[in-house]
């Protein structure tokens, strides 16, 4: 690949940039997002309101089988509040790598007929998730004040975090996998699979305490269960939400021991995947008007 | 004066891949044969200076190289080997009407499409009457896209391309837009850019309008320049006039 400077006083087109140089393209990314969420909901009666329709029948669903009829309501009280907090955070997460993932296909037209910073379409992707993830939000602060919740300060700082590692992390990944897409479309099923499993693999819908004691004999799977960055912040906001209003006893079970060594460590590791994702993305942009 | 575009030694090979289903790949091991990438010379060796201010008609047959050379140009594409340099901003009006969105209204097509050809928010602002105006569909502008017949929807893609105000204008087969008048409106529109000085480089299959209109024609065929002369002398030789 040639990468031969301009003649003096010219600059070269087409040039890669990295994710930063969207910043300069901020009214194009609103209008982006603006029309994501209009095309999404086009014709639709109930409008933005499937965003709640959708996790709300998850919600339900969940709450029945796992905490009704498995009881874990019992052993995890509120578990509505545990249950719909680490929801919230896996929902981001996977709404953002499954259509940041197929961003740069979906817009195949416009990346192959007008040089535009291609960053823009997954990180468009970010901003549609967290118009949807917002509302949830509020919905979570109001059901787990109803359940006798109080904010507290170490809880902000874990939301914040919490958000920051998943937006990190799935925006990282969905670099990667959209640049990955254009030449291998087996990408989008891979993706589909990972999001498929991913609430599983995380404590969303059971105890992390439930996955050291079944794994008392294999304490590195314990600790490769606990360095997934998403574990950690399901856990980050179970300590926002649910921690107040748990009992002393349910807390031990609740959040995980040492929360913010591993809160570090995901940090650590959503950057990683920010830069390993960019780079990628950046490198593998220049052919994606040929691919595509 | 300087030159607004200049290109050195530019290659752009296309690997044409076929095999890309496990079960192709398979077929391929057993029968014991490779996969030959198909390698397909877009541009080759392809070397021109063109100064600001000039309007240039990049000419030849089907695949000869026209799109691809100024799809590199405007940056979509990047070449395999030598240099491109620009003094100035660039809009490609490559395909008119790419960035538009079917469901989107007419209005919010034209906010989204100027900002994706680079304008700002403000720019578009002022430019918006006279968008509209140009595209003489005032009445349908907040009607939905998809509603619309190809015609207006060509006509609104077009006056927003042309209200970009780059220094080089790139000029893909977009001339053959709408009905005669519109037409004209359109290469009058060319016109004005080019007495404003604008570099333009227009590619189109209507020799004589294109011949007609700029001061310079670059004949490519099978990616190399085989003629940098006067337009009208291009085009004769193209019809083997000479």
Known sequence: ?????????????????????????????????????????????????????????????????????????????????????????????????????????????????????????????????????????????????????????????????????????????????????????????????????????????????????????????????????????????????????????????????????????ALALSALALVVGDRVFRRLSRTFAQEL | MSASIVVEDLVKTFRIKHVRSLKEIAARAVRGASERPNAFTALDDVTLSIEEGETVALLGFNGSGKSTLLKCISGVLTPDEGRIGLRGSVAGLIEVGAGFHPDLTGRENVYLNGAILGMSEAAIDAAFDSIVDFSEIPDFIDTEVKFYSSGMFLRLAFAVAVHTDPDIFLVDEILAVGDEPFQRKCIDRIKELRDEHKTLVIVSHDLNMVADLCTRGILLEHGRVVMDDEPHAVVRRMRGEE
Request: no cysteine; hydrophobic share 60%.
């Open chain 1, 1 to 265: 690949m040639a990468e031969s400077a301009a003649p003096a006083g010219m600059w070269t087109p087409g040039q890669a940039r990295g994710l930063l140089a969207i910043g300069a393209h901020r009214y194009l990314l609103a209008l982006l997002v603006r029309k994501e969420l209009r095309v999404r909901y086009q014709a639709s009666v109930l409008g933005l309101a499937w965003s709640y329709v959708k996790p709300g029948v998850q919600f339900l669903v969940f709450y029945f089988v796992m905490g009704s009829f498995l009881g874990l309501s019992r052993a995890i009280s509120p578990f509505a509040v545990y249950l719909f907090s680490g929801m919230i955070a896996i929902n981001l997460a996977t709404e953002i790598l499954g259509n940041a993932t197929r961003s740069i296909v979906y817009n195949a037209p416009l990346v192959n007929k007008i040089f535009l910073p291609r960053q823009l379409f997954p990180v468009s992707s970010v901003f549609v998730a967290l118009v949807h993830f917002a509302p949830q939000v509020v919905i979570l602060v109001l059901g787990a004040l109803a359940s006798g919740w109080l904010p507290d300060l170490v809880g902000l700082a874990a939301f914040v975090v919490g958000v920051v590692i998943v937006l990190a992390l799935s925006l990282g990944l969905g670099l990667l996998f959209a640049a990955v897409n254009v030449a291998y479309r087996d990408i989008e099923n891979v993706v589909d699979l990972v999001l498929m499993v991913a609430v599983w693999f995380s404590p969303v819908l059971y105890a992390w305490t439930f996955v050291r004691d079944a794994l008392v004999h294999h304490p590195w799977l314990v600790q490769l269960y606990l360095a997934n960055p998403l574990t950690a912040a399901v856990e980050l906001f179970h300590r926002a939400f649910w921690w107040g209003a748990a009992t002393e006893t349910d807390r031990v079970s609740g959040v995980v021991d040492h929360l913010w060594a591993h809160a570090g460590l």
